[in-house]
Each structure stands twice: as C-alpha cells, then as structure tokens.
C-alpha cells in the first residue's frame, strides 16, 4: 500500500504540475488544440523526465526490479510467443462480440486496414513497453519487496486500473475556456474513475491487471506481459477498425464504454484465464517470490 500510495502521488504531482504548465501556454494562443489534450500530453511528459530519478529513491532503477532481468533470447522469445498469445485471446472476444452481433463487421480497404494494422503493432509495443515496465515492473517490484508477489499483484492491478480513466475530459459544448474552466477540467481527471457507466471497464481491466501480475510472477520478467499486452492492443484496434459498435443488440451491454470491446464479456474471459493460471502448476526453472 505504500509503495502504491507513493507512485500514486508521483503520477498526481505531474499532473497538477502539467494543469500549472497548461494556462500560461493556452493563453499565448501558440497552441491549436484543446487544453484536455495539452494538460495530458504535459502530464505524460513530465511523468518520463521523472520517472527515472524516483524509480531510483525507491530502490527499483535496476533490471530485476524493472522485469528484464532474463537473458535477451528468453525475454525476446517470451516477448513474441506472449504477442501471439496476446492476439489469440483477444482474437476470441472479438470473434464472440461479432458473433453475438454487439460488433458489427464494416467493410474497409484493404490499404486503409493495412495501414491501421502496422500503426496499431507499433504503437501496441509502445503501449505495452512503458506500462509493463512501470506496472509489473517497476509498482510490482517495489510492493513485492515489503508485502509480497500477491499484494503486488493487486495493487499494480488496481493502480492500472483506475489510471485508464483518469485523463482530463473536454469542456462540454458551449462552455467557454477560462480560469474556472480549466480547473474543471484537472478535477474531471478525478471524477472518471467513479462514474458508473465505467464499471464494466474498470473491472475488465483490473483483471486484466491481475492476469498480468500471475505472468510476471509465475516468469520472474515482463517479456510475456509485454507481448500480451502488446497483442491485446494489436487486436483492439483493428477490431474497432473493422466493426462498429451495436448499441441496439439484445447484448450490447457485454462490450464496454471505454473502447466499445473492454467491458463484461471480456471480464469475465480474462477471469478464466487468469483462474487458471492460478491453478496452474509452476515449472521447474520459474523463479518463486514470496507470496505473503
């Protein structure tokens, strides 16, 4: 909890210090875009410059803490096979979610899915690259070395969770940018988390959390955390590409509102999996943590 709290605090000083940046820089006029897309872009700046020099006061810079601790071959095999592994999973929710009519196929060129597929493998590898290291990375690392690999496990889990909903929202139409308004939009950072429609979501991806906390403690290293989570973002973008969310299905309400694909199905498959990696049993040479 207090490694938690502290990385939490980390992530909420960059931010106010991005909603402090974001006024002075809007009211030069420079800037062509929306102050909820500044504040954000701030705030995602500010948590890399810093990120280093934290994760070193707290004990975790170094490559076993960080996940990378196993020989470059073993990573990078993990790393592709967990892609793989990543889309297959994914591959079968989307398939369930047409089936179920919740997601509709939508014609596309075939340039335009190409396209669409090669950004969505880079920028899934991005993606997973920088939230794998800090979530099981560096957060599990440093919970792991006080509480424990299952306290770990759920406390990366839920700070992963809640951190997908916390990004500042846009003024509703008509309401003009001023002072009151643009703190407005630092407290809708806040506010996200907690709105009910997000509860499909958030439990989604709290499991998805969990799921990913048993593979880096079950491997010892995020090169399967990456690749799944890599594969898992391939397969939500091109599935948004291809098809079109189904608000009038008998069973819309298993897709979710944060990204039309996320929601109780997906919950409820990933619980599986993650169910049975729990019962599975460890191979000989994946290293054990203390589980307290």
């Not at 907690?194 to 491997?219: E, K, M, Y």
Request: include cysteine; hydrophobic fraction near 55%.
């Amino acid at each position: 909890m207090r490694e938690t709290t502290l990385f939490f605090l980390y992530l909420l000083a960059c931010l106010v210090l991005a909603a402090l940046l974001t006024w002075p820089l809007m009211q030069t006029g420079w800037i062509d875009q929306g102050p909820q897309r500044v504040m954000g872009r701030l705030a995602q700046v500010a948590i890399l410059l810093g990120l280093w020099p934290v994760l070193k006061a707290m004990g975790v810079a170094d490559r076993g803490s960080l996940g990378y601790a196993a020989p470059r071959p073993v990573f990078l095999r993990a790393l592709g096979l967990g892609w793989l592994a990543g889309v297959a999973i994914l591959t079968a929710l989307a398939l369930a979610l047409a089936a179920l009519e919740v997601r509709i196929p939508e014609a596309k060129p075939l340039a335009d899915l190409a396209s669409k597929a090669g950004q969505a493998l880079v920028g899934g590898l991005l993606v997973a690259l920088l939230e794998e290291t800090f979530f099981r990375g560096a957060l599990y690392a440093a919970v792991a070395r006080r509480a424990g690999a299952w306290s770990a496990i759920l406390w990366s889990a839920l700070l992963y969770a809640l951190l997908h909903f916390m990004k500042p929202r846009s003024l509703p139409e008509g309401v003009a940018y001023d002072w009151a308004a643009h703190w407005g939009i630092f407290l809708s950072t806040f506010t996200s988390p907690w709105q009910w429609h997000n509860l499909d979501s958030f439990v989604a991806l709290l499991l998805v959390g969990v799921f990913l906390g048993l593979v880096r403690r079950r491997t010892g290293h995020i090169g399967w955390c990456i690749g799944l989570h890599a594969g898992w973002v391939f397969v939500i973008q091109v599935t948004r590409s291809l098809t079109d969310g189904n608000d009038g299905a008998a069973l819309a309400w298993l897709a979710g509102t944060y990204d039309g694909v996320i929601g109780w199905l997906a919950a409820a498959w990933i619980g599986v999996l993650a169910l049975g990696l729990v019962h599975r049993p460890r191979g000989k040479a994946a290293p054990r943590e203390r589980d307290a």
